[in-house]
């Protein structure tokens, strides 16, 4: 039998490999999608034809039941999210009315209109912010530093209440920093491999940056989106911490992404005080034990691997590339 699923955010980095995931396996995926005069489907114009839309918002009660009611699906996927920290600090209101009231909206709108769906919600590693252990696991404390990590807090915290009220089968995936080649402008990753492009390609000279100290666990977008799966999968809800156990510094990216495209970052790299944080999140490191044990859940790609592939993407997205894969990797 057709399992179907029902993903909020599916426009999104996560949501477009989530939806490729699952039609990749049969699924019938329907895609929330609210309503905006510039819809932006590049992530997965290559799948779009393959989604059913809904339309419907996440500040909007009676669209989401409305969505659950025409779906009627076996599993919904809570992707969606004002994503980016360092907005949530001048849009705290916003933030917390789509990161954090959202949450329950949908979480209520399955309640009421398909009470036996499984239900994943995306909490964050922003949760932990100062952090009160190395490494974070499930148990960890949660002390988040911005906006951001306190909506997806409360969103976490709601998500397992209604486990715990309504015997429902909900899920939270506590997953840690994870990138790829369609990973938004603003989010640092990106913002350092398409400076990288740039400059090779003269189209831009110099990067600006905040923190380069900040440390972090960087992983696959497209690995991680499996271990949501794979939760829904399990005979009993649970939370898993999904990381990849190892932690990088920002200039360890910026030297990678560099690298890759054989120049020395020192020479064009400047350090802006506009780019720190009010509250710096200084190190986020994660243990994945309990989802390798739990889930069977595996990486598959590695920290360089990842950057060099998020550079070659952004090289060929300037079509400048027509030459074989790999040709700026700096040799030894």
Known sequence: MTKSALITGVTGQDGSYLAEFLLGKDYKVYGLRRR???PNFENIEHVKDQIEWIDGDLTDLSSLINAVQQAQPDEVYNLAAQSFVATSW?????TSQITAVGVVNMLEAVRIAKPDARFYQASS???FGKVLETPQTE??????RSPYGVAKTYGHWITVNYRESFDMFACAG????????????????????????????????????GNLDAKRDWGYAGDYVKAMWLMLQSDEPDDYVISTGE????EELVDIAFQYV??????????DPKFVRPAEVDLLLGDCTKAKEKLGWELEVGFRELVEMMVESDLNHYGSRQQTPGL???TS
């Open 36 to 38: 905006t005069s510039t």
């Open 90 to 94: 001048p849009q705290p209101i916003a």
């Open 125 to 127: 590693s922003e949760m």
């Open 139 to 144: 148990t960890t404390p949660f002390w988040p």
């Open 174 to 209: 506590i997953l840690f920093n994870h990138e790829s080649p369609r990973r938004g402008m603003e989010f640092v990753t990106r913002k350092v491999t398409d400076a990288a492009a740039r400059i090779k390609l003269g189209l831009q000279s110099e990067l600006r940056m």
């Open 247 to 250: 932690t990088h510094t920002v």
């Open 262 to 271: 054989g120049l020395d970052w020192r020479d064009y790299v400047v350090t």
């Open 328 to 330: 700026y990797r700096e």
